[in-house]
C-alpha cells in the first residue's frame, strides 16, 4: 500500500460544499451553502438566515458528470443545511446549528 491516491477528475460546484451522501444508485448528494458570509453570521446568531443549497450528482463514467440543483432556500425552511440523505423516497436535510432534520420528497 502506497497511501496515494490518484486524482479521477474532478466535478465543480458553484457553491461552498459541506457534505457528501452516496444513495443507493451511486448518486451523490451534496449540502452546500451559496452564501458564504450568511452562514457564518448565522452561526454567531441564529437569527440571521442562512440559505440551504442541495446538489444531486450523478456520476458518469469517462463523462461530464450532471450536476442538478434540487434543493435552494433563503433560510426559511431550514438554514444553514450541511448534509442531504435519500432513503427510499424521501430527501433529508440536516443543518449545523440546529437540532431538526427537515424532511421532504426526494425528487
Known amino acids: 500500500m ?3 491516491l490518484t ?3 474532478t ?3 458553484d457553491s461552498f460544499i459541506d457534505n457528501v451522501t452516496v444513495d443507493a444508485d451511486d448518486h451523490l448528494w451534496i449540502g452546500a451553502h451559496p452564501r458564504l458570509t450568511d452562514f457564518l453570521r448565522h452561526g454567531t446568531d441564529q437569527a ?3 440559505p440551504a443549497q442541495i446538489f444531486r450528482v450523478t456520476p458518469i463514467r469517462n463523462a461530464k458528470s450532471r450536476v442538478e ?3 435552494l432556500n433563503a433560510g426559511e425552511q431550514i438554514s444553514a443545511a450541511s448534509v442531504a440523505l435519500k432513503h427510499n423516497r424521501q430527501l433529508m436535510l440536516g443543518p449545523v ?3 431538526r432534520l427537515l424532511v421532504c420528497d426526494a425528487p
Do not use: L
Request: hydrophobic content about 55%; glycine content about 6%.
Open 97 to 99: 446549528f440546529d437540532s
Open 11 to 13: 466535478i465543480a460546484i
Open 69 to 71: 440543483e434540487v434543493y
Open 7 to 9: 486524482p479521477a477528475g
Open 48 to 50: 440571521v438566515m442562512a
Open 2 to 4: 502506497t497511501n496515494v
